[in-house]
């Protein structure tokens, strides 16, 4: 797996155990990248860089999902879902260095790795409608 790949991986665990915590991601994110055996540089530092994005803008990125998650209140999706939505929105928004197709791509495979069976179904649909009507230039 690339380096990236791994750094969203643990951005998304660290997204959902601030979460299901009440904290900021960033202040979970060396303990649980100590748990879970994250000590790449490169890695922790693009984790950071992401976890970092989503607590900075989480009420801009969680209005934009509601937007495009029809019939779905963020409150009453999954955590894992509701994280990686955060993460990809916030990618696909607020990083014009990476193609919305990576971002879409990634978010789809966490959620076929750590969600329930439809989880990526409903990541893939609702990011590429994100994408579509935000960012149609990228």
């Given at each position: 797996?690339?380096?990236?790949?791994?750094?969203?991986?643990?951005?998304?665990?660290?997204?959902?155990?601030?979460?299901?915590?009440?904290?900021?991601?960033?202040?979970?994110?060396?303990?649980?990248?100590?748990?879970?055996?994250?000590?790449?540089?490169?890695?922790?530092?693009?984790?950071?860089?992401?976890?970092?994005?989503?607590?900075?803008?989480?009420?801009?990125?969680?209005?934009?999902?509601?937007?495009?998650?029809?019939?779905?209140?963020?409150?009453?999706?999954?955590?894992?879902?509701?994280?990686i939505?955060?993460?990809?929105?916030?990618?696909?928004?607020?990083?014009?260095?990476?193609?919305?197709?990576?971002?879409i791509?990634?978010?789809?495979?966490?959620?076929?790795?750590?969600?329930?069976?439809?989880?990526?179904?409903?990541?893939?649909?609702?990011?590429?409608?994100?994408?579509?009507?935000?960012?149609?230039?990228?």
């Open positions: 797996m690339r380096k990236r790949s791994i750094a969203r991986q643990c951005a998304v665990q660290v997204l959902y155990t601030a979460d299901i915590n009440g904290k900021k991601a960033a202040d979970v994110l060396d303990s649980v990248a100590e748990i879970e055996g994250y000590t790449d540089r490169d890695v922790i530092d693009f984790a950071r860089r992401l976890v970092s994005l989503v607590d900075d803008r989480r009420q801009e990125i969680d209005k934009i999902i509601s937007e495009f998650a029809s019939n779905w209140p963020i409150d009453r999706m999954g955590v894992v879902d509701r994280n939505l955060r993460l990809g929105t916030a990618e696909l928004i607020f990083l014009d260095d990476i193609p919305p197709k990576v971002s791509n990634e978010a789809v495979e966490i959620a076929k790795r750590f969600g329930d069976d439809d989880a990526y179904k409903f990541v893939n649909g609702v990011l590429d409608r994100i994408r579509k009507e935000k960012c149609p230039t990228k």
